[in-house]
């Protein structure tokens, strides 16, 4: 509360500072002035839905460990590594937890293990996809990648599985004019 409490301080001082330094001849805001708080306030925002532009699951710097006490969900999956299976565990507990970053490392670790888990593949286009607090989401490049990645290797899937890539098939869309009402 006293991070969030003092960032609000410093963006109200920024914009008062802003304010004072009107241009005395036209009494408008000074261009430069509103720039700079502008970064500033760019810089120091928060939110809660994280920033995918910042993170990079090709990495080798964004590997991800196994991380144990993150959740006991289980679901039936096609994969030919355990390794993939525990990460795949990890990645869809994550998801659930809205540790989105974490379950996108995971997802893309699982794929590292079995290049051809469609269902890797359909947990990366999810950490990619909408989530409750990224209002106004529009799919991303990566999220499309990911699903037609998905079903492509898709055919050796049982049939939940092929379900839940057909309902990413579904829930994405290159097309900008749908709206995320109608996708969803």
Same mark, same amino acid.
């Given at each position: 509360?006293?991070?969030?409490?003092?960032?609000?301080?410093?963006? @109200?001082?920024?914009?008062? !500072?802003?304010?004072?330094?009107? +241009?005395?001849?036209?009494?408008?805001? %000074?261009?430069?002035?509103?720039?700079?708080?502008? #970064?500033?306030? #760019?810089?120091? $925002?928060?939110?809660?839905?994280?920033?995918? %532009?910042? !993170?990079?699951?090709?990495?080798?710097?964004?590997?991800?460990?196994?991380?144990?006490?993150?959740? %006991?969900?289980?679901?039936?999956?096609?994969?030919?590594?355990?390794?993939?299976?525990?990460?795949?565990? #990890?990645?869809? %507990?994550?998801?659930?937890? !809205?540790?989105?970053?974490?379950?996108?490392?995971?997802?893309?670790? @699982?794929?590292?293990?079995?290049?051809?888990?469609?269902?890797?593949?359909?947990?990366?286009?999810?950490?990619?996809?909408?989530?409750?607090?990224?209002?106004?989401?529009?799919?991303?490049? +990566?999220?499309? @990648?990911?699903? &037609?990645?998905?079903?492509?290797?898709?055919? &050796?899937?049982?049939?939940? +599985?092929?379900?839940?890539?057909?309902?990413?098939? @579904?829930?994405?869309?290159?097309?900008?004019?749908?709206? $995320? +009402? &109608?996708?969803?």
């Amino acid at each position: 509360m006293k991070i969030f409490a003092g960032t609000t301080i410093v963006a @109200v001082w920024l914009y008062s !500072f802003m304010l004072s330094r009107k +241009e005395a001849d036209h009494g408008v805001i %000074n261009v430069a002035a509103r720039q700079a708080f502008l #970064q500033k306030v #760019q810089a120091y $925002r928060m939110g809660c839905s994280p920033d995918l %532009n910042f !993170f990079n699951p090709a990495d080798s710097a964004n590997d991800i460990p196994l991380l144990p006490g993150w959740g %006991n969900y289980r679901m039936p999956l096609t994969v030919s590594s355990d390794s993939a299976k525990i990460y795949f565990k #990890q990645g869809i %507990n994550m998801y659930y937890g !809205f540790h989105i970053i974490e379950a996108l490392a995971s997802f893309s670790k @699982v794929t590292k293990f079995d290049s051809g888990s469609a269902m890797g593949y359909w947990g990366m286009a999810l950490s990619y996809g909408p989530n409750i607090n990224d209002y106004g989401y529009s799919a991303s490049p +990566e999220a499309l @990648v990911a699903m &037609h990645k998905a079903k492509e290797l898709g055919s &050796h899937c049982t049939a939940v +599985e092929k379900g839940l890539i057909a309902a990413m098939q @579904v829930r994405y869309t290159a097309d900008t004019t749908q709206t $995320r +009402e &109608h996708l969803n």
